[in-house]
DNA sequence: TCAGTTATTCATG
DNA sequence: CATGAATAACTGA
């Protein structure tokens, strides 16, 4: 599918957001050891109009979202990676208020398969693009963290913006 | 197709 | 509190 990258930085670090014809389609957490402000080639010179107004709100979107306040727009997002499963569990994390969190238990129910709990956790781990699409917000059943791919660290970290403790 | 894996959950002891 | 079964979907071969 061609992904085009390019640097965000961000005051958490430098994430790197991955576009397609379509929308954004990857955002990866700054790498554990080396965050170099000065050696971020890359700061969108591929990208075309379309994908550098979609980095924009990305960049923005990031920043609001690590501060713990609702995003007011949002870059389209090429979810069309995914299975047909997968993207309905996406869509329904994305209607999760900022503040709020659910568990794998209630978001299988929504989509219909209360007993699919377990592919929604797996469903949440295979998300390219978390922050975003706010994978953090949901917790196990008993409030147990569950798991995060870029370490449970940054689910602590975005959880404790938005007033949830753990 | 099928065995192996998973960011779950619930019932037991 | 530790253990194990049940369960739905993904991945790779």
């Known amino acids: 599918m061609n ?15 991955g576009f397609t014809a379509a929308g954004l389609a990857r955002l990866e957490f700054p790498p554990p050891g080396a965050t170099r402000p000065g050696t971020t080639e890359q700061g969108g010179a591929d990208l075309n109009a379309s994908q550098r107004r979609w980095l924009r709100q990305t960049r923005q979107a990031l920043n609001v979202l ?6 007011k ?11 047909s499963f997968q993207q309905s569990v996406w869509r329904a994390l994305q209607s999760i208020p900022a503040g709020e969190t659910r568990t794998y238990g209630e978001i299988a129910c929504s ?3 209360p007993r699919a709990m377990r592919a929604v956790g797996q469903a949440c781990g295979a998300n390219p ?5 706010p994978c953090h917000r949901v917790l196990g059943a008993g409030g147990a963290l569950g ?10 970290r975005l959880l404790a913006g938005e007033g949830r403790a753990v």
């Open 129 to 133: 693009i978390p922050v975003l699409v």
């Open 147 to 156: 798991g995060f791919s870029g370490g449970l660290e940054w689910k602590r």
């Open 66 to 71: 690590l501060a713990g306040r609702p995003v």
């Open 73 to 83: 727009e949002l870059p389209p997002l090429d979810v069309t990676a995914g299975t």
């Open 111 to 113: 989509l219909g398969r």
């Open 3 to 17: 992904l085009t990258f390019a640097s965000i930085e961000t005051m958490a670090g430098i994430f790197r957001a």
